[in-house]
């Protein structure tokens, strides 16, 4: 299956250091779980230029060994205008960044840009706080959070692209 038949999917944080490469990784253990790695593609950006080039923090890659994913090959890079072309998901972690790609998103494509949390609506929570100013279990929170939406977003794909994602 090459990349146009793809769905794409990008989170979006501030700095790419913690909420979105941790989305990155756990979204991709729940697609590679369900048997549709080679149909969905997962990536993730910052709205800031702060850690471009870095892995993930080491609290993140810490608390994703620990259950079972491994963020340690990612690298932060920036969130572009080219991303809202290139992705079918453009999903923020919380209003500020959304805010943000708001601003770059070219004029027609506004429906790409959602807020991650949109997908675990039985938590009640719009936004993954950011764990990076926090200890260890801020990032214990950020999973579980993560984890609940990676979810609602597999059954949303599946049930929006049934030929892609076998729904």
Known sequence: ?????????????????????????????????????????IDSAGTHAYHVGEPPDPRAQKTARARGIDLGDLRARRALAEDFRAFDYVL????????????????????????????APELRIREVPDPYYGGGDGFER???????AAEGLLAEIRRRYPEVAGG
């Open 1 to 41: 299956m090459n990349d146009s038949q793809r769905i794409k999917v990008l989170f979006v944080c501030m700095g790419n250091i913690c909420r979105s490469p941790t989305a990155q990784g756990v979204f991709g253990k729940v697609v590679r779980e369900a048997g549709f790695a080679e149909r969905i593609l």
């Open 142 to 148: 950020v999973f579980d959070m993560v984890e609940a």
């Open 92 to 119: 923020a972690m919380d209003q500020d960044n959304y805010a943000h790609l708001a601003r770059i998103c070219p004029r027609g494509m506004e429906g790409k840009l959602r807020l991650f949390m949109e997908f």
